[in-house]
Each structure stands twice: as structure tokens, then as C-alpha cells.
């Protein structure tokens, strides 16, 4: 079974920073598209960033500048480098993975593997 674990999270002053980990384990596939979501209470989930096969990074508007996404292949492990965090970026972070990059723009509940979250408080 593929599994994702988040770590990482934690409670933050406006203006500071945290890095995100997700550990994949059990993936067989060759490509991917990994992501970084968050929803906060009473709100929709979102896609905030992305990384795929090719190394492309894609961000939604919300964090673009602040937040970096990054993988190593080798450990099965993705981050999120999170820099300048705002009250509004407090939420339950949680990370994807679907198999082909061409999923990367799909639907948030069209990603097939999903890891339990961690949350993020920024005050």
C-alpha cells in the first residue's frame, strides 16, 4: 500500500518559517506529481503547491514567494520550505501523490494517495 506521512507542523509567529516533510513509502510507479494542500476550518481544501516527474513547481497565488516545494527521489521525500507565514496560512497541511503529471491540474479529490496532515498555526 502506499503510504504518506506529514511532519513538521507546528505553531508560528506571524513573519516565521517551517519546513514541511512528507515521506512516501510503498510507491511503485515510475512518474509522478506530488502536492501540498491545506484547509483551514470551514473552508474548501486547496492545492497551495506541486512538483512533478520533471522537476516542474507550480504554486497557487496565495503562497507564491513565500512557499517552496522540493523532493528527494532518493529518500521518497517531500517538502514544503514555508517562509513569511501569515494568520492566514493556518490550516491542516497535508500531502498527495498521483502517478502521472498530467494529474497535477486535476480535481482535489481526483489525487489517489493522501497522508493524514499536520497542522500549521500561525499567530
Known amino acids: 500500500d502506499v503510504q504518506l506521512v506529514e511532519s513538521g507542523g507546528g505553531s508560528v509567529q506571524t513573519g516565521g518559517s517551517l519546513r514541511l516533510t512528507c515521506s512516501v513509502s510503498?510507491?511503485?510507479?515510475?512518474?509522478?506529481?506530488m502536492g501540498w494542500f491545506r484547509q483551514a476550518p470551514g473552508e474548501e481544501r486547496e492545492k497551495i503547491a506541486s512538483?512533478?516527474?520533471?522537476?516542474?513547481?507550480m504554486y497557487a497565488d496565495s503562497v507564491k514567494g513565500r512557499f517552496t516545494v522540493s523532493i528527494n527521489d532518493a529518500k521518497n521525500t517531500l517538502y514544503l520550505q514555508m517562509s513569511n507565514l501569515k494568520p492566514e496560512d493556518t490550516a491542516n497541511y497535508s500531502c498527495?501523490?498521483?502517478?502521472?503529471?498530467?494529474?497535477?491540474?486535476?480535481?482535489?479529490?481526483?489525487?489517489?494517495?493522501w497522508g493524514p496532515g499536520t497542522q500549521v498555526t500561525v499567530s
Open positions: 498527495a501523490i498521483v502517478p502521472y503529471r498530467e494529474q497535477c491540474l486535476g480535481a482535489v479529490d481526483a489525487w489517489n494517495w
Open positions: 510503498g510507491y511503485r510507479y515510475s512518474g509522478y506529481c
Open positions: 512538483i512533478d516527474t520533471t522537476g516542474r513547481q
